[in-house]
């Protein structure tokens, strides 16, 4: 069921280039496999378990407890949580040699798309993955993809995501760039089980494979079967450069379109769509000429035959490696050189291993203790009283015979306690000193911090802090180059991919979705060179400290300059700033929200400001009236009037300022009297309160009395009782 897709292509020419592809493949096997086995060893030894088989082998052999004491991953885990808050600054730029001026507001337009692409990213947590892998395993592999928007849609949409296994991915081992960018070719390797190759493919592309049976990474074998016999098969999605000659068109410029160059087949696609919606004269061609340029061809492999072909028009292959802090070494002097890939944690395993030693001899030594705590002489134990001395555990008297029993002239020897051996003390500071040793291998000091009572204070700690991220600077920077390299991509691919009418989601700068219109009326027209711009991505300052910092800077700012503080109050780019470097739970709605504020503030002020100017100018205008009274000649009969008006007028705006003032006087009466009625009521409750408990004292007195007048009246009757008795 292996079939061609380009027919353009002969059956015979495509198949001949199955050698090279399979050979390219174990190629990059061959020259990357140490590099391989180190990302999965250093993931296990952080991740999963830091004791070998060797280490277990030899720990049963000496008796000593199989334990071990990570301290690795918690370094890791700090850096990933951290770089899990980044947001990458992302810009797009002219290139210094290009001589046609880039439309501003379509760079704009790139550089906002392109964040909400990265936005959409790092919802599958790509960069957290990513960052995970090259830190972890010393690499990583992205892929860029399109993919259609639904199953009824034609509108593609861009994607990149990371290789499920970076260890199955392909690349050219003559590339010199960091991303590999500069390669030949690029695949990723896609194992399938049999049922699932022969359901898609059909059996007879893998008839004559052989399943063995492998264990880890060895020769590259195209079929295989695990330890538990299942039956593997590898397929490769392969992507590789070709240089084809091409006959290449200049266009004429227009009124709303600069001077082009396209090629020949593309200058036709452009004729019919012009003459279908406009009814100008389509754009003449001035010159043309014949020229290499360089595509993609994509092929999808087994072992046996190539499933897939398709010559693409691609100019980037769609894998990009990512570096994390890898060196080019060299064996000998003369010898080949090769690509050493190294995790963040490469150089620690070491004390890691120390760590893991001292505490299982400091464990060993425990279990081993001594538990006996007397030594006796055997004639001196009496055979009644021996559970006691065994069982030390539990309370109990303990007796021993003082004499011989058959010569009580004879003493025995006094029961002695049994010395304990302390503990080596290399062991224990072995142990603690790993911690710090740790410390200094990655670079980290701010751990340390406040150690053996260092009184240092929360400025000194933040500054530690801040000091020790940059020890994970080369990876990241090694992750913008790959992804810069991703955005060279994209750049490429935008025009060619989206050429209708269509809507398509941006993030604006201040993290907010919109909407923008491409290639219709009242939308920007993606027509641009790929080649004439050039973007740059760098690392967000977006650490917690960094930004803890940074809004502590502004804070600092604002109290120093008051125009600075005005600005950052009252224009929306400042506030925006500040809520950019706070970080409370509720700051997506206060960023959403902020807008809107500042434009209800604006608008206020517009009206107290129209309604100041309207007084400002209805006062002008009467006393240019006044001017004007004075000024010209009237007679006294109209000026009368009017100056009595104008008394009037006065009178009326003195007697409304009085009633206006008797009513604050009466609302401030009424308010007072209100006050001093609550006062009252609070003194007639005071009052009656008092009452009642005097009421009640004099009633508590009252009985008191009367108890006491009849206890005397009881002890006179008793008395005189007692006199009667006596005579």
């Not at 390299?485 to 941006?506: F, H, N, S, Y």
């Not at 007195?701 to 009667?724: F, G, T």
């Amino acid at each position: 069921m292996a079939k061609i897709i380009n027919s353009r292509a002969s059956q015979a020419k495509v198949t001949d280039n199955l050698s090279r592809i399979k050979k390219n493949i174990a190629d990059w096997h061959d020259y990357f496999r140490e590099n391989f086995k180190r990302f999965n060893r250093s993931r296990r030894f952080t991740f999963e378990s830091s004791l070998t088989d060797s280490d277990l082998a030899l720990l049963n052999e000496t008796g000593k407890p199989q334990i071990e004491f990570n301290i690795q991953e918690s370094f890791l885990s700090r850096l990933r949580g951290e770089f899990s808050r980044q947001e990458p600054t992302l810009k797009i730029s002219p290139k210094p040699t290009s001589k046609d001026p880039a439309d501003p507001e379509m760079i704009d337009f790139l550089e906002r798309y392109m964040q909400q692409m990265l936005f959409n990213s790092n919802r599958d947590n790509l960069q957290y993955d990513v960052l995970t892998d090259i830190l972890s395993g010393g690499f990583s592999a992205v892929k860029v993809i399109t993919e259609y928007d639904g199953p009824m849609s034609f509108e593609q949409e861009f994607k990149f995501e990371r290789f499920f296994d970076p260890t199955l991915s392909v690349f050219d081992k003559t590339a010199r760039l960091s991303h590999k960018g500069d390669g030949q070719h690029s695949a990723e390797i896609f194992p399938r089980t049999y049922d699932q190759f022969k359901d898609e493919y059909g059996s007879d592309a893998v008839k004559s494979a052989k399943f063995k049976t492998v264990d880890g990474i060895s020769d590259f074998n195209w079929s295989y079967a695990t330890a538990s016999g299942e039956k593997i098969v590898l397929v490769a999605d392969y992507y590789e450069k070709r240089r084809r000659r091409v006959k290449i068109v200049q266009v004429a410029a227009t009124s709303d379109s600069p001077m082009q160059t396209m090629l020949e087949r593309e200058y036709e696609q452009f004729a019919e769509e012009w003459s279908r919606s406009k009814i100008e004269q389509v754009p003449i061609v001035v010159s043309s000429r014949r020229t290499e340029i360089e595509t993609i061809d994509r092929y999808i492999v087994c072992g046996d035959c190539i499933l897939e072909y398709q010559a693409t028009d691609w100019r980037h292959l769609p894998h990009v490696f990512i570096d994390g802090n890898s060196m080019v070494m060299r064996q000998e002097a003369e010898g080949a050189s090769y690509q050493l890939t190294r995790p963040f944690l490469y150089q620690t395993e070491g004390i890691q291993r120390l760590k893991n030693f001292s505490g299982q001899c400091l464990a060993n030594y425990l279990e081993n203790m001594v538990q006996h705590k007397f030594m006796y002489a055997l004639e001196a134990v009496p055979q009644q009283y021996t559970d006691p001395m065994i069982d030390i555990q539990r309370a109990a008297v303990l007796f021993y015979n003082a004499y011989d029993l058959n010569d009580p002239t004879k003493p025995l020897p006094v029961p002695q306690p049994a010395p304990q051996a302390p503990a080596p003390p290399e062991i224990t500071q072995t142990f603690m000193m790993c911690d710090q040793m740790m410390q200094t291998i990655l670079g980290s000091y701010d751990a340390s911090l406040g150690i053996n009572n260092n009184q240092l204070s929360g400025e000194a700690i933040n500054n530690g802090a801040t000091q020790s991220n940059p020890v994970a600077l080369p990876y990241i920077v090694s992750y913008m180059k790959g992804m810069e390299q991703i955005g060279a991509i994209l750049l490429d691919r935008i025009p060619r991919t989206i050429r209708t009418p269509r809507t398509i989601p941006v993030l604006d700068r201040s993290g907010k979705r919109q909407f923008v219109k491409i290639n219709q009326d009242g939308g920007i027209k993606l027509e641009y060179d790929s080649d004439s711009l050039e973007i740059n991505i760098e690392p967000g300052a977006s650490f917690e400290i960094q930004r803890q910092k940074a809004f502590e800077m502004i804070i600092r700012l604002m109290q120093i300059s008051e125009e600075f503080a005005q600005f950052m109050n009252n224009s929306p780019a400042g506030i925006n700033t500040l809520l950019e470097n706070v970080d409370i739970r509720g700051i997506d709605t206060l960023k959403a929200n902020v807008d809107k504020f500042l434009q209800e503030k604006q608008q206020k002020q517009q009206q107290a400001e129209q309604m100041q100017q309207q007084q400002m100018q209805q006062q002008m205008e009467m006393q240019k009236k006044q001017m004007e009274l004075v000024s010209r000649p009237i007679d006294l009969k109209e000026q009368e009037i009017q100056l009595k008006a104008m008394k009037d007028a006065k009178e009326i705006q003195i007697k409304e300022d009085e009633v206006s003032i008797d009513y604050m006087k009466a609302e401030s009466e009424i308010e007072s009297q209100g006050i001093e009625n609550a006062l009252r009521a609070s003194e007639v409750e005071a009052r009656n309160f008092r009452s009642m408990v005097d009421l009640q004292t004099r009633n508590h007195d009252n009985a008191h009395q009367k108890a006491m007048e009849i206890l005397k009246m009881h002890d006179a009757r008793e008395s005189k009782n007692r006199k009667r008795d006596k005579r």
